[in-house]
């Protein structure tokens, strides 16, 4: 039998990726798994204007405001899914393009 020591869910913040959250808690407290939430991010082709201006005109700060936002995001997510799983979850927010983010979240790394 395969000990499963760390189970990587993609969470797109749908109901989809919040049942498979809370699916994940739950294989991880049967067999005392790490849950890891990941969420890549998929910048846009252009940048509306306001969100711009409120980041001074600098994309980099953009990129570290909207990540701050997501990670909070997420990790709320993680408190209200996973709230009596009682195992230890580890939050990732990533840029780029979905598969090509989760692929590389998994990096080497045993993940089931």
Known sequence: MTNISRILVP???SETSRAALRYAGYMAQCCGALVEAFHVWEPPAS???ADLLAAG???DALWTRTQMKLRHNLEALVHEELAVARRPVVTCVASGFATEGIIEGVGGREAE
């Open 57 to 59: 005109g600098d994309m």
């Open 47 to 49: 940048v509306p204007q």
């Open 11 to 13: 969470v797109d913040f």
